[in-house]
């Protein structure tokens, strides 16, 4: 049973920094590449960013690059997402998710895990 779990959401005021990992199991982490996505009220889950199998290739969106950073550890089946800036418009459910390949289209992604929240006050 494959397993990615979520963990390091929580109440951030503006400005500040939070760290996210998602532990894996049940998969091969390192043939995976790794994705975050997130999730607002009423939105679409929308590609964050995302991760090559190796960790050598990093992608995001105008929208958070250079302020949020992906990383891996293919030691440990974990894949991180630094967000440093934040803003309220950054609150959402943040999810991470494994695929064959990085894409922005979520539903080329294998595995989800369940969630966790973010939220940034003003």
């Known amino acids: 049973q494959v397993l990615l779990v979520e963990s390091g959401g929580g109440l951030v005021q503006a400005g500040g920094s939070l760290r996210l990992s998602c532990a894996a199991s049940g998969l091969t982490f390192s043939a995976y590449a790794m994705g975050w996505f997130r999730q607002a009220p009423g939105k679409e889950r929308d590609f964050v960013a995302g991760?090559?199998?190796?960790?050598?290739?990093?992608y995001s969106p105008d929208s958070v690059k250079g302020r949020f950073t992906i990383s891996r550890d293919n030691a440990k089946n974990t894949v991180y997402l630094q967000m440093n800036s934040l803003k309220p418009e950054d609150t959402a459910v943040y999810y991470c998710?494994?695929?064959?390949?990085?894409?922005?289209?979520?539903?080329?992604?294998?595995?989800w895990g369940q969630g966790t929240q973010v939220t940034v006050s003003s």
């Open positions: 991760i090559s199998r190796s960790g050598l290739s990093t």
């Open positions: 998710a494994a695929g064959g390949t990085v894409d922005t289209n979520r539903g080329l992604y294998n595995y």
